[in-house]
DNA sequence: GCCGTTTTCGGCCCGACTGTTTTCAGTCG
């Protein structure tokens, strides 16, 4: 199997881990985790460019030493330099400075006095009161090793946005009702929408910090104070999630809203703009020498390095500040664009709500169109409908959307996309359909090539018309299947296929990297909440979240179009359908 | 190791908090 962009990045994050335990030139450091990361969001496959013997093109942070060294990884599969290293360096380490407190250089502190490679070793040490004797380390220290060896063992997770949203809404109301706070704002990875977020940082504007603070900590929700200052206190809430909040004063609110939205990336890269024009930003304002010259908004302070204002989504120094600077930013795609939904189930297969309750409810939403998409029978979990089933349900939606004038109801099914590549409904009935969504629901476990080759069959069929489930991943639960996307992208390009951007909060099969790589491929997409209840169709939100973190506009979207231009632009139905037959 | 409106050397984003030591290093975001 070709090397991917990641195992690349891969590589590079581990020398830079190695080069920092062995004491290494931090710039240095720096400068291998910056070219994984480039390579990392890099859309095409830096493989597959070198094996067409094509020029690499010029990336950010890769200069000729590095640039040759990801030519060694593609045509040898490894880095001598790594090998070097992992003979110099117990590699074992590496673990060691994923526990927070803990950085390469107490690490190698701790491994050169006491020999201690392993959490188990380091455990015992701490136990023992061996850390403590260390100098530059003492009691607090130890302690705080061991407890955070002892939460490691009931291991906290990223969590879901939606599940970030869920806790931060009444910790933000509880702190607007503080004394002397003017404004509460979530920014952080929540504010750029990212599928799942390690903590939330709160930016909260008043006129006394201290009180914030005080508040904050005494939030009844708190389990535990991890930090806790004038400016700023971190603590763990009772499920588990870290919350961040950060206090400053009206007049710094838009420098404050930049530095914590972040990412750190981008920020890295706007300040070196900054330095280059002899100006410092940081979370109080923008300063040349000792005058401020901005910082009560985001636009005020985006202005000082001759950039527009940036969508928080497309903040990850991925591209936008380049895009931005020659004004070239995508205008990227709104909740409000949205013009129907693609993906329903109701009571009839594994839905919760019936088929009236669900066109009432995308009436509600302003929806020009709803398709409803049963399951067919292969998804036997799911009560999918054998094909005469499905025949009779089709009639039953044509006949219940007949009764409602402000919207049209699309006759579609979910088909499942059996072992073999096929589909799983007999043609006469695809012929029906106004609307063929197709998805692989079982058999997760074939190879990568394996798995690649049956969706392409599927894609190939040209009743195909929109892929759902493009990766089968469950957030948290379960990582989808081995396929080679980059393939399926391309195929979906060719063939008219539309991807479907799937909105379920935590499922959202295409992640954001996917979703721009995709466009890039020249594939257009639909945004789609595969409800299974009424109340499960505002997850439209989370997939337009997603879709703008994959830079897609509304013209890559085709339900942020009328009816009328989205069936003209699904891939169209053959039209002697059954002349092979 | 990268990079250049201080351009081939000498910089490399910036500040808060903790714990240690007593002025600062380490870690984090």
Known sequence: MAITNNDIAAIFNRVADLLELSGGNEFRVRAYRGAA????????????????????PKLAGIGKDLEGKIGEIVKTGKLAQLKELESQVPTELIELTHLPGLGAKRVRLIYDKLGVKTIDALEKAARSEKIRA????????????????????????????????????????????????????????????????????????????????????????????????LKKTTVVLASGLQVDVRAVSESSYGAALVYFTGSKEHNVAIRKIGVRKKIKLNEYGVFRGKRRIAGKTEEDV????????????????????????SGNLPSIIELSDIQGDLHAHTT?????????????????????????????????VAKGLEPKAMRKRLAEIEKAGQKYKEITILKGAEIDILGDGSLDLPEEILE?????VCAVHYKFNLTKEEQTSRILKAMENPWCQILAHATGRQINIRSGYEVDLPAIFRAAAQHGVALECNAQPARLDLNDLNLRAAKE?????????????????????????????????KRDVLNSQSLKVLLSSLRKAPQAALSHK
């Not at 985006?302 to 600077?325: N, S």
């Not at 029906?432 to 063929?436: H, S």
């Open 37 to 56: 990361m480039s390579v990392a969001s890099f859309s095409q496959s830096l493989a597959d460019i070198i094996i067409s013997g094509q020029e690499i």
């Open 134 to 229: 260390i100098r530059g380390l003492g009691e607090k220290t130890e302690k705080n090793i061991l407890a955070e060896i002892e939460k490691r063992k009931g291991l906290q997770q990223n969590v879901r946005l939606i599940d970030a949203i869920k806790a931060a809404a009444p910790l933000v109301e509880y702190l607007k009702a503080v004394n002397g706070v003017t404004q509460v704002t979530v920014a952080g990875s929540y504010r750029r929408r990212k599928e799942t977020v390690r903590d939330v940082d709160i930016l909260v504007t008043c006129s006394k910090a201290k009180t914030v603070m005080d508040a904050f900590a005494a939030y009844p929700l708190v389990k535990q104070i991890l930090a806790k200052g």
């Open 302 to 325: 985006y202005a000082t390095v001759d950039l527009p204002w940036i969508e928080p989504e497309l903040r990850e120094d991925r591209g936008e500040i380049d895009a931005a600077t």
């Open 348 to 380: 009839a297969t594994d839905g919760r709500s019936t088929l009236e309750e669900m066109i009432e409810a995308a009436i509600s939403r302003g929806y020009k169109y709803l398709a409803i998409t049963e399951h067919t029978q292969h998804v036997t």
């Open 432 to 436: 029906e359909l106004d609307i063929r």
């Open 521 to 553: 491929a020249g594939a257009k997409f639909v945004i789609s909440t595969d409800s299974h209840h009424t109340s499960e169709l505002e997850f439209m939100q989370y997939g337009v979240w997603q879709a703008r973190r994959g830079w897609l506009e």
